[in-house]
């Protein structure tokens, strides 16, 4: 068995690329393998910002041969009418190299089997991997130098081996070889013998191929230097991606900035740190300190030019940030509700006053079927939630809705609730993040989130394949994230109702949005459970109540009858649409009609739905005698109607848990 090693280096890649980059390569050298029935183990796929490698183990030498059959012209057309083979029959059998009497016919036409000799490994690599290299997508690919052919950025050098030989190939316009690069401060040549040293040899060169590797090195060294001060550093995925993709050879580098800083919100000061500088954060005693981490690619010892430099950067962001607050802060946030009517929330929806006073209205309808007399606070919240939007520190650092608002809202003397409500009424930011957990921020919350999927779909902006207009698919997930966390009895068909209502450009696209609504329960409880469950109890609008919609799902997931399920199909079969209501006892001519009638009324409808199922399974002996002892088409129509009405009747229990008929 062979291992194939490719490593392409190029300039420093942007590192939003790479994870694509990563992903394709590994699909691209799958379908390869896979079309051509070449055998392997694994394939691993690393990369760096200047290289991306792929290692291919337990490659056969060799594929197989392949026997094929070719199908050729039409008989007549092949053969003459003296039976001899003709020009036609000739030429596809000179051009598939089989002798002409081998040919045959089938179905009124020739065909040849022919025989597709295998090829060595390395010259399948030879001939198919630039081609998988070159079908690499990304933003922003341009042509470099004379080239024709784009690429996210130019070419510097490839390895290309098989076992310890060379499988020469061309990229645009470099060759292949065997020499490699160590870390831009290391040596830039690096023979590589053979791949299977290739992850070794990179690391003697300071280079860390294995970006999982990388990633786990970045947090060891990051808590390693922060526990030197006694702290902890802060990290997202996102700022541990991209620093992985932008290090070869990650070095801590420990630095400080004036404590004047930490007079402004947090989230700001760790904003900056993280997003927009990749500085990791540090706390100590579960307080933000004046010190952060960098962690850079650096070979050295000496961190002084790094330290000046950075501190240079952060002190000219923080800066603005402090400036921000402090012209911000000189006046309460109630004050800037008034500036949002020159806001636009989007085309033809009015202003974001406009859409904050049908947040005050949505929301108050809200807490008042939820039963919360004293709606003070959740009102207040909804007035307050967006004013921050025409602050200039979310101006500046838009991602701070919210939070911002609140630590304003705070400064300008609201009350805990209020504070708490305007930074979660944004919650699940997304579809791992926590949901609010004050019933404030939760109403507020689920208001705006309706009130901007209904008016994205009124606008005519129904989101379609990956347009995802002001974000509906996470708004309406919010929506159902926020109401199943907190177990809360709402009527999201009710408020669709009332929000579309209160736009001001009218559609009828309740149902559209309702529909909406439903796949994305149905996506976010797929993992969860079968899809074809979820979609049987969907027959009863989920809408209405969440948690029942879930407790149905539950119990017919844990339903185990396959005597219900086909009595229930029997029923629905022989039903269809027909709905005669009125049962009369005394067209009963059977005993067991009677016996059916007693037990479908003894069953009671109830949010108790295993209970329920286990009645619906202990109906079923007598279902099965239903169906033995009667004809439900009697010759009497009177016998025949009655019994369609105790089967719609029946029909009726089925339903109220789930559409069998999906199951």
């Known amino acids: 068995m062979s291992t194939y090693l490719l490593e392409v280096g190029t300039e420093e890649l ?3 690329f790479i994870p694509q980059a990563i992903d394709q390569l590994r699909c691209g050298f799958e379908k390869f393998f896979e079309d051509n ?23 056969v030498e060799k594929t197989t041969n392949e026997e094929k059959i070719v199908k050729g ?21 000179k051009k598939n190299g089989v002798n ?103 690391r003697d060169a300071h280079v860390i191929v294995n970006q999982n590797e990388r990633k786990e090195l970045i947090i060891k060294r990051a808590k390693e230097e922060a526990s030197k001060i006694g702290a902890v550093p802060y990290y997202t995925d996102d700022l541990l991606e991209e620093v992985t993709f932008i290090t070869e050879y990650p070095v801590p580098a420990l630095c400080e900035f004036d404590e004047e800083f930490l007079t402004i919100p947090e989230e700001v000061t760790v904003t900056v740190m993280a997003v927009h500088q990749r500085y990791f954060a540090l706390h100590k ?11 850079t690619n650096y070979l050295g010892n000496e961190f002084k030019n790094i330290k000046e ?25 109630e004050d800037y509700v008034e500036n949002l009517k020159g806001v636009t929330f989007q085309k033809g929806m009015g202003s974001m006053y406009d859409k904050t006073q049908r947040l005050i209205s949505l929301s108050r309808e809200i807490a008042t079927d939820l039963g919360i007399s004293e709606t003070k606070d959740i009102e207040r919240s909804a007035l307050l939630c967006k004013a921050d939007l025409t ?54 919350g689920i208001a705006d989130k309706i009130d901007t999927v209904c008016a994205v779909f009124s606008g005519g902006k129904k989101p379609t394949g990956s347009s995802d207009p002001l974000g509906v698919r996470r708004a309406a997930l919010g929506v159902i994230k926020t109401i199943l966390d907190a177990n809360l009895k709402i009527d999201i068909k009710k408020y669709i109702n009332i929000a579309l209502n209160s736009l001001p450009v009218k559609n009828e696209c309740c149902e559209d949005i309702e529909e909406f609504f439903i796949q994305r329960l149905i996506i976010f409880l797929s993992d969860k459970y079968p899809k074809n469950i979820l979609e049987a109890c ?11 919609y879930v407790a149905r799902v539950e119990a017919v997931k844990n339903l185990n009858s396959e005597a219900l399920l086909e009595n229930a199909n029997r029923v629905i079969r022989i039903i269809k649409d027909k709905n005669i209501s009125d049962i009369n006892e005394k067209y009963f001519v059977e005993n067991i009609e009677k016996t059916l009638y007693n037990e479908i009324l003894s069953i009671k409808e109830t949010p108790d739905y295993r209970t329920y199922c286990q009645e619906l399974v202990k109906l079923n002996p007598t279902v099965s005698k239903f169906f033995e002892d009667v004809l439900v088409m009697d010759k009497d129509e009177n016998i025949k109607n009655n019994r369609i009405s105790l089967l719609n009747l029946l029909k009726y229990k089925y339903e109220y848990l789930t559409d069998f008929a999906k199951l």
């Open 285 to 295: 005693d579960g307080k933000l300190i004046n010190k952060f981490i960098t962690m």
């Open 100 to 202: 002409p009497a081998d040919l045959y016919v089938e179905n009124n036409y020739v065909y040849a089997k022919i025989t597709i000799k295998g090829k060595s490994i390395a010259e399948s690599l030879a001939q198919n991997v630039p081609s998988i290299f070159m079908k690499l997508q990304g933003a922003h690919f341009m042509r470099w130098g004379y080239n024709d052919e784009k690429f996210s950025r130019p070419i510097k050098w490839i390895v290309s081996i098989l076992d310890e030989n060379e499988v020469k190939i061309k990229i645009i316009d470099k060759e292949s070889g065997k020499i490699s690069r160590g870390h831009r401060f290391d040596k830039q040549e690096v023979v590589i013998d053979k791949p299977e040293n290739y992850i070794e040899l990179m």
């Open 37 to 59: 029935k070449i055998d392997y183990n694994n394939i691993e796929v690393y990369a760096t910002p200047r290289r991306l490698a792929v290692l291919v183990y337990g490659l």
């Open 391 to 444: 602050t200039n520190l979310v101006f500046e650092f838009t991602e701070l809705q919210g939070y911002i608002g609140s630590d304003y809202a705070k400064v300008s003397g609201e009350n805990d609730k209020v504070v708490q409500a305007i930074k979660e009424h944004y919650f699940p930011l997304n579809a791992e993040s926590e949901t609010a957990k004050g019933i404030e921020g939760q109403i507020v």
């Open 73 to 93: 012209p039409i008989a007549n057309i092949a053969y003459d009418s003296s039976g001899n083979l003709t020009k036609a029959a000739e030429g596809f059998a």
């Open 538 to 548: 969907s027959s009863k609008n989920p809408l209405v109540d969440l948690s029942d």
């Open 309 to 333: 430099g950075n501190l240079r950067v952060i002190k000219a962001r923080l800066d603005d940030a402090v400036f921000f607050f402090k012209e911000d802060t000189k006046k309460s946030l």
């Open 14 to 16: 942007p590192y939003k």
